[in-house]
């Protein structure tokens, strides 16, 4: 039920794993969560998850479908939000769905209060709203995973661009003729900075370490871990003085403090928020990335205060439902 | 004096060279402009030639000071708008520099009538409002000159930044660990997209063929310009159908196409004009350009009628002024 005129707010953070919902307190926090699988063989399929976890949040939280003020869902990919449609996206089949119209319909709740938007940029929205951009003019977040991802607000405002199609940020070449991206081009930020990126950068590293008969602790590491390397393999390793890992570590944070200087020059924003799994490593990233970014974007020599702010993401895996519910 | 309720603008392009300055009319043209050689000693001679524009363009158009609704002043560097004030500039004694107060004392007009821009930005803004840019929400000027300046309109609203520092687009790197650049990075665009790039890769080809005695009509050009290698020598004598100036003007444009794809997937904008001395080329640039950057752009499979319109900017040489009487 609705208290005290406040506004009931839902957010949808729909993934290819998961789709997680929540419903946003007074204070920007979740009041409730919950996720289900997602469903991925059909687009009635992954609509009818949307709608299992809108009912969730309403039987959880005694809301009828009536007193629900707005619907956010954040989703992967090319986002109408005028017309509260998913244009295109890599993962999901939802080419063309028509978001608003289906779960409006399926939750009874009026199309006008269903709104949708691009999954970077309902996390740094969320971000930017309830989290370590609280308070800014010029924010960006930066997701390292399978991708980099990249919401960006300039002067209080989401980048968007025509159709939509600004912020791909990870698709920006830094190494020119470089390695090959599914995108198209060769070279793309998003192969040498993402978490996927990472992995391979340990593997090739263990590999090299093998045939050259080198010792390396990483090695132990990934045994232990049932054969797998993560984004974390190396930090660990590094942080515990292995060398071959430290080669892995310094690589990985020089092209990462290459794309992100190239975002700060670009957009200057008061705070540069990473997220993603490899934000997990705080300050043993953090450190070394200001160190290097801070001796090479263009107005270091500006007062320190007037840096930007590099910091790791303060909502972790709830920006997206808490930004979706801002939207 | 002032007629039919018009708003009187002026606007001046201050330039390491040149202080250029005119009136502004009804449609977005100028209806008088007038130029002076920069006196580049000190503070205080560059801001009497900012005052002796002025007085030009009031004797010549018959303008009382009273009259005057605002002038605006495009400067180079770090401009801090709001107070009016130039924080660092390279290539003029202007660091510090309050141009607004000198300026509106020595021609006796209001103290707030006088608006200062970066003049990357105020160029972008005579474009977006009076150019090519005209109609859009999302647009961008990036000029190829000494080096790679650009000014971005995002949403409708001017790129800018904490502290006006956003937009520094040459110094976004594209070749990881490649040339040195003066900001003290390797490999940024305007290494290898400026017009002085393309003129050290010129010399370089010319060399390399002297040095292995191979024929290119780029001697000629050169000695017939009185030894000098412009940023047109490779680009006129391709046209020749001359192999090595082919293969200077493919590199270029490969870089080109590289560093504008990179702003394209950025900010989507619906024009990206491009100005500059290497833009006079005209459609022998853009041709190739298009056909590059269309083909490997993030959203190149949305319909045409959504690509970047890549143009040549409008203006020339008075974007500065027109879009300094704009702020």
Do not use: W
């Not at 998961?18 to 007074?26: H, K, R």
């Not at 403090?257 to 008061?270: G, V």
Request: charged share 25%.
């Amino acid at each position: 039920m609705k208290r005290d005129g406040s506004i009931v707010r839902i957010g949808i953070d729909l993934g290819g794993s998961n789709i997680a919902a929540g419903l946003l307190d007074i204070d920007g926090g979740l009041a409730y969560k919950c996720k289900v699988k997602t469903d991925t063989s059909s687009e009635s399929a992954v609509l009818r998850g949307l709608a299992d976890v809108v009912f969730d949040v309403m039987h959880a939280c005694g809301l009828d479908a009536g007193i629900i003020d707005s619907i956010g869902v954040a989703c992967p990919g090319a986002v109408n939000s005028e017309r509260g449609i998913v244009e295109y996206s890599a993962n999901l089949p939802l080419c063309g769905a028509d978001i608003r119209t289906a779960l409006s319909s399926a939750v009874c709740v009026d199309a006008d209060k269903v709104r949708i938007a691009n999954d970077a940029d309902a996390a740094a929205l969320g971000e930017y709203r309830a989290g370590v951009g609280k308070g800014t003019e010029n924010f960006m977040l930066v997701t390292l995973g399978t991708g980099v991802g990249a919401g960006c607000i300039c002067g209080g405002k989401m980048l968007s661009g025509r159709g939509h199609s600004a912020g791909e940020l990870g698709h920006t070449v830094i190494v020119y003729g470089g390695e090959q991206c599914a995108c198209g081009r060769r070279g793309c930020a998003e192969q040498y900075c993402s978490a996927s990126a990472l992995k391979r950068q340990t593997k090739a590293k263990i590999e090299a370490c093998e045939r050259d008969g080198i010792f390396t602790s990483m090695k132990k590491l990934v045994a232990d871990n049932g054969g797998r390397i993560s984004a974390r393999t190396a930090f660990i390793a590094a942080a515990d003085s292995d060398t071959a890992a430290r080669e892995v570590v310094d690589a990985y944070i020089s092209y990462l403090s290459c794309m992100l200087t190239n975002f700060i020059n670009i957009f200057a924003p008061e705070v540069l928020a990473i997220g993603g799994g490899v934000s997990g490593e705080g300050e043993r990233l953090l450190a070394p990335l200001r160190e290097r970014v801070y001796g090479e974007m263009y107005d270091r020599k500006r007062p320190r205060e007037l840096y930007t702010r590099i910091e790791c993401a303060a909502l972790g895996n709830d920006a997206g439902i808490v930004g979706a519910a801002m939207i």
